[in-house]
């Protein structure tokens, strides 16, 4: 809950300084693919595969405030039947300075992991690294986001990469 909070705080501030900015906010999608690694009781086992949709609102030309939702589902896991996880997101994105074709920026943040349907879950802070290819109005990005969540009796990581277009 107090994460959720602090998401609005962040995503208020960003809109009131976005108010005086002429930069339009960005809105991607994204297919999302997370490997928990450690915490065998916070999250459902196997490859999650999934969509994660995100909103960036730009403070500036080299940051920007963002909040995301992936819903995911464990279809590889040696159990019976699907599990869904929930992972919400709030992210400060920092472009990288550089030259070329890309555009290079790191983000974290924090969120969480909500299982749907077996696993504990529980509040996560994330990091990562990503490239964005511009093309004429949108750009396509890759990412690896790297999340630690915080369970009450365990703590896991889960390595997450992903593939989408921005608007």
């Avoid at 995503?11 to 976005?18: D, I, K, R």
């Avoid at 991607?28 to 928990?36: H, I, K, L, R, Y």
């Avoid at 909500?114 to 879950?121: A, D, E, I, M, R």
């Avoid at 750009?139 to 915080?150: A, Y």
């Amino acid at each position: 809950m107090r994460s959720l909070c602090l998401a609005l705080l962040l995503c208020m501030g960003a809109s009131a300084t976005h108010a005086q900015s002429a930069t339009p906010p960005r809105y991607g999608v994204a297919f999302d693919f997370a490997f928990p690694i450690l915490g065998d009781e916070l999250l459902p086992d196997g490859l999650s595969i999934g969509l994660r949709g995100r909103g960036a609102l730009p403070i500036n030309a080299d940051l920007s405030v963002a909040a995301s939702l992936g819903v995911g589902a464990h279809l590889f896991a040696n159990q019976e039947p699907t599990r869904y996880v929930l992972n919400p997101q709030a992210s400060l994105i920092v472009m990288l300075p550089g030259e070329g074709p890309s555009v290079r920026y790191v983000l974290g943040g924090f969120g969480g992991f909500v299982p749907l349907s077996g696993g504990q879950g529980g509040p996560a802070i994330h990091g990562g690294y990503g490239m964005a290819f511009p093309l004429r109005q949108t750009s396509l990005f890759i990412e690896g986001n790297p999340s630690i969540i915080i369970g009450e009796d365990d703590t896991g990581v889960v390595l997450a990469a992903r593939a989408g277009v921005i608007f």
